[in-house]
T-cell receptor, first 111, second 114 residues
């Protein structure tokens, strides 16, 4: 049974559109992360959180907001989507300092 | 700043042989953690094995093992007795002691042929 679940798995939106990617983990981990994966850039950290209500900025945060509503749930928000945000997005969870466990990925296309 | 480099973009091997892939990293920290992940054709990212910098012994996990050469800032992944299902992209990653999240290399694509 998947311990990190993302939705939607695929999404197409228009430039300027509003998108929310959802992530739920059942690992009882404190830390959750959002990464984007792009050819030539690999996996890059957007935002992360170490608990409900907490948000930390990652390496490529511009154009993204995030919110951690509970220990289980972490959301990535694109309020004015742009074609440059077309990517494969991964959520992950971990205990502090430990191994990250990834969700299945969410493919977003902005046209 | 952390940096992880995988110089091999792709490797092809015959089934049941051994494959070795390289990874070098840069860090100013004396304490750090190194990881290898595998991304399958379906896109799933799976944790394989990790090495903590303070441990001298190379980590092993099933048919995965690591070649940790701390003076060279190098952490190679060795897969023995490869199977067709080992065909994937392999990522090296690092976390410094007080950082969160991982810094990833760009990956090495491994193709295993019968």
């Amino acid at each position: 049974e998947a311990a990190v679940t993302q939705s939607p798995r695929n999404k197409v939106t228009v430039t300027g559109g509003n998108v929310t990617l959802s992530c739920r983990q059942t690992n009882s981990h404190n830390y959750m992360y959002w990464y984007r994966q792009d050819t030539g850039h690999g996996l890059r950290l957007i935002h992360y959180s170490y608990g409900a209500g907490n948000l930390q900025i990652g390496d490529v945060p511009d154009g993204y907001k995030a919110t951690r509503t509970t220990q289980e749930d972490f959301f990535l928000l694109l309020e004015l989507a742009s074609p440059s945000q077309t990517s494969l997005y991964f959520c992950a969870s971990s205990d502090r300092g430990n191994t990250l466990y990834f969700g299945e990925g969410s493919r977003l296309i902005v046209v | 700043a952390q940096k992880v480099t995988q110089t091999q973009t792709s490797i092809s091997v015959m089934e049941k042989t051994t494959v070795t892939m390289d990874c070098v990293y840069e860090t100013r920290d004396s304490s750090y953690f190194l990881f290898w992940y595998k991304q399958t054709a379906s896109g799933e990212i799976v944790f394989l094995i990790r090495q903590d910098s303070y441990k001298k012994e190379n980590a092993t996990e099933g048919h995965y093992s690591l070649n940790f050469q701390k003076p060279k800032s190098s952490i190679g992944l060795i897969i023995t007795a490869t199977q067709i299902e080992d065909s994937a992209v392999y990522f090296c990653a690092m976390r410094e002691d007080y950082a969160q999240g991982l810094t990833f290399g760009l990956g090495t694509r491994v193709s295993v042929f019968p």
